[in-house]
């Protein structure tokens, strides 16, 4: 079982910077695939971005190419989104997610563990 919180969200403007961060519990964090979704309002949860489990392998959704970066420390059980140049598009909740296996997929389908989430606003 592997429990996932994140931290980090928040009320920024257009242009600023974020660092979300995400906090999971279990020894078999460091041979999991880990990524990020998120929702926004009245929207489907979607993929933002994904790191196989050595941190050698990441994934970005076209939307935040260029402007997010995945990271993960396996020493102590983290994963980051480190945001740039936010746009107000970027407003939502974001979840941590992690997969049953070493590579985690874009599909929400293979997500196996899920994070309460975190509230991202950007205004205009």
């Known amino acids: 079982q592997v429990q996932l919180v994140e931290s980090g969200g928040g009320l920024v403007q257009a242009g600023d910077s974020l660092r979300l961060s995400c906090a999971a519990s279990g020894s078999a964090f460091s041979t999991l695939g880990m990524g990020w979704f998120r929702q926004a309002p009245g929207k489907e949860r979607e993929f933002v971005a994904t790191?196989?489990?050595?941190?050698?392998?990441?994934d970005y959704a076209n939307s935040v190419k260029g402007r997010f970066t995945i990271s993960r420390d396996n020493a102590k059980n983290t994963v980051d989104l480190l945001m740039h140049s936010l746009k107000t598009e970027d407003t939502a909740v974001y979840y941590c997610?992690?997969?049953?296996?070493?590579?985690?997929?874009?599909?929400?389908?293979?997500?196996?563990?899920w994070g309460l989430g975190t509230q991202v606003t950007v205004s205009s």
């Open positions: 997610a992690a997969a049953a296996v070493g590579t985690a997929k874009r599909s929400i389908d293979e997500v196996a563990y």
């Open positions: 790191i196989r489990w050595d941190g050698r392998v990441t």
